[in-house]
């Protein structure tokens, strides 16, 4: 038995990364699950590979017609939707001193509209129905700050207070919304440069765990809030991060990354 066994979900930003592994997670819990991007080639290569059980429709989720379309798309082809996760976000790495309005209002239109339309439009079918779960998906980014992602950063941020002022709304009328915040993870957009996983890890000397994060590992975190297992969770934050935003290693102090005093 799957622990999304007779679920209908729509995963945005599907086609790749984190929400690939989601799509894919979702599907191996028993779920039936549109995948729902801008990248029409990627996505309809994954949904040929899930089989029945997967569909794709292209969703702009920063535009409000898309929504709309998507979302009639989810409910014709694979009955009433109970799961959401906003997924799909951009990041655009430059100075503060670089943005214009229009680059920095762009990726707040993706990141924070887009999540802010999905919980308005799916979310009014979910409260229709009075049952529903729905993930959004933040970023340790949205816990500090970050140099070249003030964008991002604020868009991030801003998801966390979006989750839980859609909790107190949702939560009485039988919908539970929760955010997850990944820290770094090995896709297109926490791999720009293209390193290989062992070049990248030599990154992560200040996360415990000493290594990123791969998507298939956050995508655990939302197939666990999707489920009935999490039927009393509602506007928390799961941090999935391998204890990065934990604290910081102190060079002068044993038991940092290398020192033998605490037994190796
Ligand atoms: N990779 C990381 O290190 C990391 C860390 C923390 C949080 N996150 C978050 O995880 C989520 C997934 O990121 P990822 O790493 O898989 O990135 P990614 O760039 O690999 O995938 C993002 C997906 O979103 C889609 N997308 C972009 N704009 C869209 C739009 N307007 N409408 C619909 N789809 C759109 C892209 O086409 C792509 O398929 C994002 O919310 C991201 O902010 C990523």
Same mark, same amino acid.
């Given at each position: 038995?799957?622990? &999304?066994?007779? =679920?209908?979900?729509?995963? #945005?930003?599907?086609?790749?990364?984190?929400?690939?592994?989601?799509?894919?997670?979702?599907?191996?819990?028993?779920?039936?699950? &549109?995948?729902?991007?801008?990248?029409?080639?990627?996505?309809?290569?994954?949904?040929?590979?899930?089989?029945?059980?997967?569909?794709?429709?292209?969703? *702009?989720?920063?535009?409000?017609?898309?929504?709309?379309?998507?979302?009639?798309?989810?409910?014709?082809?694979?009955?009433?939707? !109970?799961?959401?996760? $906003? @997924?799909?976000?951009?990041?655009?790495?430059?100075?503060?001193? *670089?943005?214009? =309005?229009?680059?920095?209002?762009?990726?707040?239109?993706? $990141? &924070?509209?887009?999540?802010?339309?999905? &919980?308005?439009?799916?979310?009014?079918?979910?409260?229709?129905?009075?049952?529903?779960?729905?993930? !959004?998906?933040?970023?340790?980014?949205?816990?500090?700050?970050? @140099?070249?992602?003030?964008?991002?950063? #604020?868009? =991030?941020?801003?998801?966390?207070?979006?989750?839980?002022?859609?909790?107190?709304?949702?939560?009485?009328?039988?919908?539970?919304? $929760?955010?997850?915040?990944?820290?770094?993870?090995? #896709?297109?957009?926490? $791999?720009?440069?293209?390193?290989?996983?062992?070049?990248?890890?030599?990154?992560?000397?200040?996360?415990?765990?000493?290594?990123?994060?791969?998507?298939?590992?956050?995508?655990?975190?939302?197939?666990?809030?999707?489920?009935?297992?999490?039927?009393?969770?509602?506007?928390?934050?799961?941090?999935?991060?391998?204890?990065?935003? #934990?604290?910081?290693?102190?060079?002068?102090?044993?038991?940092?990354?290398?020192?033998?005093?605490?037994?190796?």
């Amino acid at each position: 038995m799957g622990r &999304l066994d007779g =679920k209908v979900a729509i995963v #945005t930003g599907a086609a790749r990364g984190m929400g690939e592994a989601t799509a894919r997670a979702f599907v191996a819990e028993g779920a039936r699950v &549109l995948v729902a991007d801008v990248l029409e080639e990627e996505g309809c290569a994954l949904t040929a590979e899930l089989g029945e059980a997967a569909r794709f429709c292209r969703l *702009d989720v920063s535009s409000e017609e898309s929504w709309a379309a998507a979302l009639a798309a989810a409910e014709s082809a694979l009955g009433p939707v !109970n799961v959401l996760v $906003n @997924n799909a976000a951009i990041n655009d790495f430059r100075s503060l001193l *670089d943005y214009d =309005k229009q680059s920095f209002q762009r990726v707040l239109d993706v $990141n &924070l509209l887009g999540t802010m339309l999905g &919980l308005r439009y799916v979310g009014e079918a979910m409260v229709r129905r009075r049952s529903g779960a729905i993930v !959004n998906i933040g970023s340790v980014d949205g816990t500090r700050g970050a @140099n070249g992602y003030s964008a991002y950063v #604020t868009s =991030k941020w801003a998801v966390r207070g979006l989750t839980r002022a859609a909790a107190m709304e949702f939560g009485p009328r039988g919908v539970r919304v $929760n955010a997850v915040l990944p820290g770094g993870v090995y #896709t297109a957009m926490g $791999n720009p440069n293209g390193l290989s996983v062992e070049q990248i890890n030599r990154g992560y000397t200040n996360v415990p765990l000493q290594r990123v994060g791969m998507p298939g590992e956050i995508a655990q975190a939302s197939v666990f809030l999707a489920s009935d297992q999490a039927s009393y969770i509602c506007g928390t934050e799961l941090v999935v991060d391998g204890g990065w935003i #934990t604290g910081i290693y102190h060079p002068h102090f044993p038991g940092a990354p290398g020192d033998q005093g605490y037994g190796g």
